[in-house]
């Protein structure tokens, strides 16, 4: 785990205006938060584990690419997203992902979430069942 996470830690540097130039930042009702919009529509947001990056992307592009998009976000802390007081708990974060979703014109979608993420994601589920 080490090894490969010194080894993501320079790519990321190395590769750092490359993938910064991938993410959209936005400001919604409920914060700043960046996102990647993978692929084509229908939709769903996949959440990271720890660390928070957005640059998840398999099988959203290319040549045999899954027959839904995804949207990937920098959760609140990583990257250029700040974490405050306002957006710091999961009942926050929830609150401020569906806010992107809402920004975004996605009123209902499926939801993957990875390790670190699934606190935030069972509170979206809890929180906004209509829309997951």
Sequence with gaps: CCTCMISNSNWAKKNKSELDAMLTMVETK?????????GEAPYMLILPGTPGWAFFHFGFTGPHSAPFGAITVNRPG???VPLTEDN??????????????DHLGIEKFPLLVASGGGCIGLRMAIQYPEKI
């Design 88 to 101: 710091k708990t999961a009942e926050q974060q929830a609150d401020l992902l569906v806010a992107l979703m």
């Design 78 to 80: 990583y990257g250029n």
């Design 30 to 38: 409920k914060g700043k938060i960046e996102y990647i919009k993978w």
